[in-house]
């Protein structure tokens, strides 16, 4: 079966109630987690940016704790896996200064983490390249946040 576009999907569930939309969206969590994380976003974290921010963070800092430091294979590993889980939570909320905020703190753990990181040369061009995007997607936000942004990621470059 092929999916339809979004625009067909759109009209088509205009014709629908009320009670089958709910329906509709009860069916729709049931079949894969990242639909059923969206829905929670939508309902519960959307009106509570902050709080919605917080969460993240404390789920990046348990990531860090349980990531194996024997060889910087799977650092590699863990860490790709945290910076996912956090371009996933970004995209449920699509906020730049919650994408910002969230790609900064993940940089932070990731300069701070031991062993370090410069002496691996793919934790350090992920680091860099995380790096640019951040300054990239600054752009798009209010100037006094842009320069309240730009002083935290001065620190991590040096």
Same mark, same amino acid.
């Given at each position: 079966?092929? =999916?339809? @576009? ?10 629908? !109630?009320? &009670? ?6 009860? %069916? ?6 990242? +639909? ?5 976003y939508l309902l519960f974290e959307s009106s509570n940016e902050e709080g919605y921010i917080s969460s993240?963070?404390?789920? /990046? ?6 990531? +194996?430091?024997? @060889? ?11 910076? %996912?889980? /956090? &371009?996933?939570?970004? %995209?449920? !909320?699509?906020?730049k200064e919650t994408e910002v905020e969230l790609l900064l703190y993940f940089c932070k753990k990731l300069k ?12 350090? +061009?992920?680091?860099? %390249?995380?790096? =640019? !995007? ?20 001065? &620190?991590?470059?040096?």
């Amino acid at each position: 079966m092929k =999916a339809v @576009t979004v625009k067909e999907i759109k009209t088509e569930l205009l014709h629908y !109630s009320q &009670k089958e939309l709910v329906e509709l969206c009860l %069916r729709l969590s049931k079949f894969k987690k990242e +639909n059923k994380e969206l829905l929670t976003y939508l309902l519960f974290e959307s009106s509570n940016e902050e709080g919605y921010i917080s969460s993240i963070k404390l789920e /990046i800092d348990e990531q860090f704790e349980l990531v +194996n430091t024997k @060889t910087y294979y799977f650092i590699k590993k863990s860490v790709r896996k945290i910076l %996912r889980n /956090i &371009k996933t939570a970004i %995209r449920y !909320s699509k906020n730049k200064e919650t994408e910002v905020e969230l790609l900064l703190y993940f940089c932070k753990k990731l300069k701070d983490f031991k062993p370090s990181i410069h002496k691996n040369t793919v934790l350090k +061009n992920l680091f860099d %390249r995380e790096i =640019a !995007s951040i300054e990239k997607k600054m752009l798009a936000l209010h100037e006094d946040l842009q320069y309240d942004y730009e002083q935290e990621l001065e &620190k991590l470059k040096l």
